[in-house]
C-alpha cells in the first residue's frame, strides 16, 4: 500500500472509531441518567443491542 493511502487510512481511522458512539448518541437518542451503576449499564447494553440488531439487518439485505 503507498504511504500516501497508508497516512489517508490512519487518519480516518480515529473518526471510524468513534462511529458508533455518535450513532448512539444521535439517533438513538442514548442519554444516560439514570441512578445507579446497574441502570445505566442497562441501558447502555440494550443500546449496543439495538445497534448491532440494526447492523445485523443492514448487512443481510
Known amino acids: 500500500m503507498p504511504?500516501?493511502?497508508a497516512?489517508?487510512?490512519?487518519s480516518r481511522s480515529r473518526i471510524r472509531s468513534r462511529h458508533v458512539f455518535?450513532?448512539?448518541?444521535?439517533?438513538?437518542?442514548?442519554?444516560?441518567?439514570?441512578?445507579g451503576i446497574k441502570c445505566a449499564e442497562?441501558?447502555?447494553?440494550?443500546?449496543?443491542v439495538a445497534y448491532n440488531m440494526k447492523r445485523l439487518v443492514f448487512f443481510e439485505q
Do not use: C
Open 42 to 48: 442497562a441501558r447502555i447494553t440494550l443500546a449496543n
Open 3 to 5: 504511504s500516501h493511502i
Open 7 to 10: 497516512r489517508s487510512n490512519a
Open 22 to 35: 455518535a450513532e448512539q448518541k444521535q439517533r438513538m437518542a442514548l442519554s444516560i441518567h439514570a441512578i
